[in-house]
């Protein structure tokens, strides 16, 4: 069946930075495109950001625009999410998304 798990999350000061991963099991990793969300306390999911299948088109959300970097390693069936300049309001849960489905969640939490 089909499999996501995140990793990599954590807390960290303001300013900081983490990088998360997402290992995809049980479909065709490299044919599919790729996403990650997040979802604060008391608010919505929301996108932030999606990567192609060949990694070479990416498109972000504009409140991560330049801080975040989205990439994958289709050798390795994982996505990853470089965030830099991180900030409180960053603080959620992240999930990775494909076809549908989406993992467990790894929590970020951005102290200030």
């Known amino acids: 069946q089909v499999q996501l798990v995140e990793s990599g999350g954590g807390l960290v000061q303001s300013g900081g930075s983490l990088r998360l991963s997402c290992v995809g099991s049980g479909f065709t990793f490299s044919r599919n495109v790729l996403s990650w969300y997040r979802q604060a306390p008391g608010k919505e999911r929301e996108f932030v950001a999606v990567i192609n299948s060949a990694g070479g088109s990416t498109r972000y959300a504009d409140f991560v625009k330049g801080r975040f970097t989205i990439s994958r390693d289709n050798t390795k069936n994982t996505l990853y999410l470089q965030m830099n300049s991180l900030k409180s309001e960053d603080t959620a849960v992240y999930y990775c998304?494909?076809?549908?489905?989406r993992g467990q969640g790894t929590q970020v939490t951005v102290s200030s």
């Open positions: 998304s494909a076809i549908g489905y």
